[in-house]
């Protein structure tokens, strides 16, 4: 199963989602932002990512869906 982020419900699945989400692609750990915005979040440090972005979030056991609590 491919990355997603889980924000109060809604599951994003595409670096431009969550960028988009996040309020700046910058935000994004990992990605050279040049044709892979529409490709699923593997391309990404999720955990990096919201770690600089997000207030607080957890990891669903070993899958790869994070949930950021707001």
Known sequence: ??????FNGI?????RQLAARLG???LLEGSDRHGEMEWCLCVIDVPRTLE???????????SEMFVVAQ
């Open 1 to 6: 199963m491919c990355t997603q982020v889980q």
């Open 11 to 15: 599951l994003y699945s595409t670096p």
């Open 52 to 62: 600089r972005s997000a207030p607080k979030w957890t990891r669903k056991g070993r």
């Open 24 to 26: 700046a692609d910058w």
